[in-house]
């Protein structure tokens, strides 16, 4: 485990799946972690799980679509730890899609403003405590934002990932001397945003044939945001099991 003690984690979409895992991760790393996200059953039900086993977590409300709630946010975890020494955005959609004919452009928006947009806003409000604290920000894209195979016609969700790439490329380029960005990008990762959680439907397209775990991206989260990783700037990790070899 990359030890985290002291430090103050905040992890959008920390209410479910690999958002989940890393809270669960980061905190039995000595992290305190707080748990953003829309659903508030999830959100306490992790904060207590991590409380219940010795760790620090808060759940607090969050839709990162919203810029006046990002900032609230921010200003809350300021204002309860006076720090901010990792960021992960992990908030993510992945809405059944339609052929571009019959996409309409309110489902399209919907998937940049939270996938694109949300990252901004939490990185542009987050910035100056992370500079202060020369900590470091992890960005959740997707192998559906470097590959066109990857995700079948999901056209937004791959842009919007595109996007959350090229994001972290143009933060670590700017702010890297205070400030460390990185990019995780799973392939297919069992999880709730899939509805069909039957994944075997994938294993031929994986070389290790079968689906990632949560608690697996979750270790290379941990590693990703803490000192052991500390000249590691810009990266664009696949988590895939080789799925996009
Ligand atoms: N599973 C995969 O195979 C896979 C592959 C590549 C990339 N990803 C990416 O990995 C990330 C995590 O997804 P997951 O697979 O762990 O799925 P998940 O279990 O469905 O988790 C998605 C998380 O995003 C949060 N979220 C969604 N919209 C939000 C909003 N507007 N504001 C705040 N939080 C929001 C959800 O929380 P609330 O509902 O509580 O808001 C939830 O905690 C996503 O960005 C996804 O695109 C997943």
């Known amino acids: 485990m990359n030890r985290l003690d002291g430090k103050v984690a905040v992890i959008t979409g920390g209410t479910s799946g690999m958002g989940e ?43 990162v679509s919203k810029e006046n709630e990002v900032e609230g946010v921010i200003r809350n975890v300021i204002e309860k730890y006076r720090k901010i020494d990792i960021l992960f955005n992990n908030a993510g959609i992945f809405p059944v899609t339609s052929s571009l004919e019959q996409m309409e452009t309110t489902v399209w928006d919907e998937i940049m403003d939270i996938n694109s947009t949300g990252t901004f806003l939490m990185t542009k409000y987050a910035m100056p405590y992370l500079e202060e604290s020369r900590g470091v920000i992890l960005n959740n894209a997707s192998i559906a934002g470097m590959h066109s195979y990857s995700s079948g016609k999901a056209y937004a969700y791959s842009a919007s990932k595109a996007a959350v790439i090229q994001f972290t490329r143009m933060i670590a380029k700017v702010y890297g001397e205070k400030v460390r960005a990185n990019c995780i990008c799973p392939g297919v990762i069992d999880t709730p945003i899939f509805i069909n959680r039957d994944l075997t439907r994938y294993h031929d397209d994986i070389p290790m044939h079968r689906a990632g775990t949560a608690e697996e991206v979750a270790k290379a989260a941990n590693f990703l945001v803490s000192d052991d990783a500390g000249y590691i700037n810009g990266a664009v990790l696949t988590i895939d099991g080789g799925m996009s070899i």
């Open 21 to 63: 895992a890393s809270a669960k991760r980061f905190a039995e790393a000595g992290a305190s972690v707080v748990i953003a996200g829309r659903s508030e059953q999830s959100g306490k039900a992790v904060e207590a799980e991590i409380r219940e086993n010795g760790g620090d977590a808060a759940y607090i409300h969050l839709d």
